[in-house]
Nanobody, 122 residues
Framework: QVQLVESGGGLVQPGGSLRLSCAAS????????LSWVRQAPGKGLEWVSD???????YYADSVKGRFTMSRDNAENTVSLQMNSLKPEDTAVYYC????????????????WGQGTRVTVSS
């Protein structure tokens, strides 16, 4: 039962904060890179951030300085702390497992969570 389960989404006002979590099970969590990918209403998938097995984090330009990704290998979880939220951040946020080698600086996904919805509105 290999799976990812996201949680923590909700409704927040512009300028507010939310913390998303992704719980992993059924695989050796610490050996994989994990990404956050989002889909805004009527839009395609947009890569947000990822973290490799060594803890190095990368961010899309649209969220740099506002979002912070982290992982806790002891708990098999990945988090996304989102601050200074904007209406443009409204989307379903997915956690995804990257099966490519982190040392190759590539991304591709073979496992996705169900998503958690974030709505930023006054």
């Amino acid at each position: 039962q290999v799976q990812l389960v996201e949680s923590g989404g909700g409704l927040v006002q512009p300028g507010g904060s939310l913390r998303l979590s992704c719980a992993a099970s059924g695989f050796t969590f610490s050996s994989y890179s994990l990404s956050w990918v989002r889909q805004a209403p009527g839009k395609g998938l947009e890569w947000v951030s990822d973290i490799d097995s060594r803890g190095t984090v990368y961010y899309a330009d649209s969220v740099k300085g506002r979002f912070t990704m982290s992982r806790d290998n002891a708990e098999n979880t990945v988090s996304l702390q989102m601050n200074s939220l904007k209406p443009e951040d409204t989307a379903v946020y997915y956690c995804a497992r990257d099966y490519t080698m982190a040392t190759m600086d590539t991304r591709d996904y073979d496992l996705w969570g169900q998503g958690t919805r974030v709505t930023v509105s006054s």
